[in-house]
């Protein structure tokens, strides 16, 4: 006959099954909707990728100039991506078919977990791991040389973003590498927290100096209409605030799974320890909280790693950034300013006004112009009166 503690023992034990399906039930919800996201991501960079194109084959030769290399970034980008997604797609049914074994709740589950996940794709585990640092550095080197362009009078503003690239590549390379399975999760928030700092840092140069340029622009021309940030706000919204977010939030969950681990003394939650079962049923549920979690922030900060570089890539092939540093220095601005031409000049409000318009001074009441001729040499007048038509 069975004693009592025997039974109270298969009681704990099956709360820690019941706690173990319920975490592989959440696995499997979080990974099955990142890969819909992702293959949906995927889309969305092939309609962007496509139409930058386009546009790039319809736009006149003279005007295509350091515009190429954007393209070639921005396929590079998404080829990337889309193995890197497919990967994913096939492994998610390895991973649930590795989650059947509910005792290796008694175990190093996480382990048993990643080997039945890369069943029959071994070989493929790196690239898994090598895709995501390869569209992720080309996208911070974009970000980086519009730094370098901006800043090329100043070198040294691009050192620190510069260290924190180089620093970045490091950790990924730290991470790519079989040294880091005991701090798995601090590696990968470390080598999220950085990229992220780099391109918080790198976009407000961008976006400061730019805003500074404008506001001189403005005073120039004395408008109070002028748009002064909205190019500046639109770099900041597409490159740097959803990375950053989104790059912060991933980074402080994988810490914080770090720190659990270590807290309860176990390699994964509900791993080899000297817990009890039924704190392994707690640890269990929490570790399946804290994974979809994650899940859902490493999903939202690889969506924005790969559509931050695919914006501003498609804001330069269809013509609305610039590609070289004479677009955006002063140079630029120090050729002749045109205000208005006829066309303007006839849609003036129907009062009194005056306005410059060539080598004449045109007084403007209501749909008639008085125009004097000068001549700077003898300060002679002769006085027209014509009488505009609409068109």
Known sequence: MASTSDFDENVVEDLVMQAFDRLRLTMAKATYVNVAAVFFLVGLQSILCLYGLAVYLETPKEKKKGRFPYIVISITILVASSFSTALNGFFTFNMVKAMSDREAILGDW?????EGRLEGAKGLSKVTIALPILW??????????RCYIIWRNKLWVTVLPAVMFLAGIALRIVNFTDQVDKNYNLITGLTTLVPVIFNIITTLLIVGRLAKWMRDIQKVLRSKKFPVYRGALAILIESALPLAVFGLCSGVTSIVKYRTEHQYATPVFGGPGQETLEEKAALVDLGAMQYAVDMTFQMLYNAAAVLSPQLLIFRVTTG???THSSQVTASTFSGPIIFSDDANVKRQPKKASS??????????????????DYDESNMTTTETEEKMTSK
Do not use: C, K, Q
């Open 355 to 372: 306005v410059p318009y060539g080598g004449r001074y045109e007084r403007v009441e209501g749909d008639d112009v008085h125009s004097r």
């Open 320 to 322: 609305r950034s610039f």
């Open 136 to 145: 992720i550095t080309v996208g911070d080197a974009v970000l980086l040389f």
């Open 110 to 114: 996480e382990g048993a977990f990643n």
